[in-house]
């Protein structure tokens, strides 16, 4: 675990500013964790009212972006920060998209379990759902965890674990594939369970943005568009 030296100030205002940013993204981060976790249980069990909780929570986490976006602006306005301060409002700033988009994805996985209960449940992929749901909530627990110890291992694992849900998710598409071919009566509801499967594709997809944007605030680093490896070196070397 790193120690990010954030400036100290003569403003005990500015520091107060920092840590509120710092709350109100885990506080966001906690209401997503838990729509997520929500979204997949109501698509397993086929929980109408619990789908529709999700996507109602879902104008509660756009609101939220809205205020932490704000709040980043009147930092970066009145206090003008530099070096590491800077770095933390700017991530702040990255994060809460991320973890905005992540809530857009759980909306959509509530959806295909309002439609699964509509058309009924399909007859395969709630093992892959559940095991990639699994992964995928553990990533997003575990960037959380690692902005708010400022923990770039952490992070660098999130990106290792982004890696083991793209094979399980490619893994799952060619069996639900195969499976519609053999069975075209199942289409319709086996798509609606990959549909749910690409949303956490991609919500796998965010959590690794947040670990690149948590080493970015750490470090100093741009580690986008690299490889897990070469995270690993760019933040071994620094």
């Known amino acids: 675990m790193d120690n990010l030296n954030l400036d ?21 981060g906690g209401v997503v964790q838990q729509q997520i976790k929500d979204a997949v249980s109501a698509i397993e069990n086929a929980d109408g009212e619990l789908a529709e909780k999700v996507i109602v929570v879902e104008d509660d986490v756009d609101t939220r972006e809205v205020k932490i976006d704000e709040n980043c602006t009147q930092v970066l306005a009145r206090r003008q920060p530099a070096a590491s301060d800077l770095r933390m409002v ?21 959806k295909m379990a309002i439609a699964l209960n509509d058309q009924g449940q399909a007859p395969h992929g709630y093992m892959e759902l559940r095991h990639i749901g699994d992964i995928v909530e553990k990533m997003v627990n575990t960037t959380l965890d690692a902005f708010a110890r400022f923990d770039v291992d952490a992070a660098v694992r999130v990106a290792k674990d982004d890696r ?23 289409i319709g509801r086996v798509m609606n369970i990959i549909w749910a499967l690409r949303s956490l594709e991609r919500i796998g997809d965010h959590a690794r943005n947040i670990a ?25 070397d620094a």
Request: glycine share 4%; hydrophobic share 40%; no cysteine.
């Open 164 to 186: 083991a849900v793209d094979r399980e998710y490619k893994s799952a598409m060619r069996e639900l594939i195969t499976y519609m071919m053999e069975d075209p009566r199942s």
């Open 90 to 110: 700017l991530a702040v700033s990255k994060i809460t998209r991320d973890l905005e988009r992540m809530g857009d994805e759980a909306q959509k996985i509530a």
């Open 212 to 236: 690149e944007h948590i080493v970015y605030l750490v470090k100093g680093l741009d580690v986008r568009h690299t490889s897990v490896k070469e995270m690993e070196r760019k933040v071994n």
């Open 8 to 28: 100290r100030h003569i403003s005990g205002q500015f520091n107060a500013d920092l840590e509120d940013l710092k709350t109100q993204l885990l506080e966001m």
